[in-house]
């Protein structure tokens, strides 16, 4: 999942207006952010296997630091508290905390049985939705959908900047989506975990956007 963790960073702006939508993107996609690092320095590896499901070439061949369960808790409770303690609010803490661990739990929708629960446990659970193409457009185009409403809904802009800024940035993040789902292969891993540090832009994008558009009910 790509989009879907990006809208469900926006989408949380609902429950916690005072949070920076910068800050919402690094706790929604964490661990997606954490892992192309992880990659280079040779602590979790992928491989590219074309047809491994309809929707990804990529076999996840093994990411205990980024993608357990035991250990996306962690990073929740560590980014949860460094929230707490930087910005004084219980709220904000808690949704960037669960924001962090919603990453692994949609994760589980999408992947095939490849998520462990814990570092070097040998269960590994995924219940396979990259199998149908459709079905991933579906999901994905839904959470997106209402991820960008309840954004819309809570924040409104303070001039041009803060309205095409936006729909920038919607526009960008479905037109890869749409390249991740029907364009090539990628030509390699060292390509996969430099194109995943690309995703760093849009947490900067998120805390620029916040000085252009304002909380509703902050």
Wanted: hydrophobic content about 55%; charged content about 10%.
């Amino acid at each position: 999942m790509f989009i879907g963790h990006f809208a469900a960073g926006m989408g949380a702006k609902a429950a916690a207006p005072g949070v920076s939508l910068g800050t919402l993107f690094l706790a929604f996609q964490f661990v997606d952010l954490l892992w192309p690092t992880l990659l280079l320095l040779g602590i979790e590896h992928v491989r590219i296997a074309p047809g491994i499901t309809a929707v990804t070439p990529l076999d996840f061949v093994d990411y205990p630091v980024s993608h357990s369960l035991l250990a996306v808790c962690g990073w929740g409770i560590l980014l949860g508290g460094l929230y707490r303690v930087a910005r004084k609010s219980l709220r904000g803490a808690l949704v960037v905390g669960l924001g962090v661990v919603s990453h692994w739990v949609l994760d589980l929708v999408m992947h095939r049985p490849d998520l462990p629960l814990w570092p070097g446990g040998s269960v590994r659970l995924g219940l396979g939705l990259w199998d149908s193409l459709a079905g991933t457009l579906v999901v994905e185009g839904v959470v997106f959908a209402v991820g960008v409403v309840l954004y819309l809904r809570v924040t409104e802009a303070k001039g041009r900047a803060g309205v095409y800024g936006f729909w920038s940035l919607v526009a960008v993040l479905a037109l890869i989506h749409l390249g991740n789902l029907f364009g090539p292969p990628p030509p390699g891993t060292e390509a996969i975990a430099w194109a995943g540090q690309l995703q760093w832009l849009f947490v900067g994008w998120g805390y620029w956007l916040d000085r252009h558009r304002t909380a509703t009910n902050a």
